[in-house]
């Protein structure tokens, strides 16, 4: 089980960017595949991209293709989410999350280990 902590949302105008860190505890923390995961108000959580124990592998929801990254550390325990090109419907509460095994999961229900989620505003 790894615990997650999220920091580096906040507010920020359209069109700006945020990066996004998720601080995992564990010492098999290559061995997860991570992803980020967002809910704004009124809507139910929904996936944002997810990335592989290597790195090598990552996904992205459409809404998000072409402006956000994710990506990892595996030496600093740490994975990532580059926001650019930020819109106000990008607006959330965002969750990194965890899970083993080789698969690639797009459902939240498919990842066992969450942070406490950083709210990002977009203002337009």
């Known amino acids: 089980q790894l615990q997650l902590v999220e920091s580096g949302g906040g507010l920020v105008q359209a069109g700006g960017s945020l990066r996004l860190s998720c601080a995992a505890s564990?010492?098999?923390?290559?061995?997860?595949?991570m992803a980020w995961f967002r809910q704004a108000p009124g809507k139910e959580r929904a996936f944002v991209a997810r990335?592989?124990?290597?790195?090598?592998?990552?996904s992205y929801a459409e809404p998000v293709k072409g402006r956000f990254t994710i990506s990892r550390d595996n030496a600093k325990n740490m994975a990532y989410l580059q926001m650019n090109s930020l819109k106000p419907e990008d607006t959330a509460v965002y969750y990194c999350?965890?899970?083993?095994?080789?698969?690639?999961?797009?459902?939240?229900?498919?990842?066992?280990?969450w942070g406490q989620g950083t709210q990002v505003t977009v203002s337009s």
């Open positions: 999350a965890a899970t083993l095994g080789g698969g690639v999961y797009y459902s939240g229900g498919s990842y066992d280990d």
């Open positions: 990335i592989g124990g290597s790195g090598g592998s990552t």
């Open positions: 564990g010492r098999t923390f290559s061995m997860y595949n």
